[in-house]
């Protein structure tokens, strides 16, 4: 199981969430209604790194600097890409960053300024619906203190 309890599928460089449904009767138990899941400004980001070291030091920066809420590194993904002209291959680190929507153009700003790649990854996927607890704790967590 992968990312929220889905199961991960790679195809042709991008990402799919398919449910991992193991029988008909996982399928027919999915509730009709979901009271502790609601829709809310708040977005996942993803960000590749050439190492663990360089994750780690990101994602420490992102948290302390109110920019993200949490940040799961998973190691090893294998990249394939052109590069000047080049097909390239990389084992990289993913990781993926939880945040409010309102914080993505803060931390792509973040990521750039810190980034050893010259154009790093930096994607972003709105949450559409979750945890309504979760959901609270990213917005809790990640609120900076204005500044007059």
Not at 27 to 37: G, H, L
Not at 74 to 89: A, H, L, R
Not at 103 to 115: A, K, R
């Amino acid at each position: 199981r992968g990312f929220l309890g889905l199961s991960l599928y790679k195809l042709s460089a991008s990402i799919v969430f398919a449910p991992s449904i193991t029988s008909q009767k996982d399928y027919c138990s999915v509730p009709t209604t979901m009271s502790s899941v609601k829709p809310y400004p708040a977005s996942a980001v993803f960000v590749t790194c050439p190492t663990m070291e360089v994750a780690r030091t990101l994602s420490r920066g992102l948290v302390q600097s109110k920019l993200a809420a949490c940040v799961n590194i998973v190691p090893q993904v294998t990249s394939i890409y052109e590069w000047e002209g080049s097909i390239e291959e990389d084992t990289e680190y993913l990781m993926i960053i939880k945040t409010q929507s309102s914080t993505v153009p803060d931390l792509t700003s973040f990521i750039q300024s810190n980034h050893p790649y010259d154009v790093p990854e930096v994607i972003s996927f709105k949450i559409e619906q979750g945890s309504e607890k979760y959901l609270s704790w990213v917005k809790q967590s990640t609120q900076r203190a204005k500044t007059n």
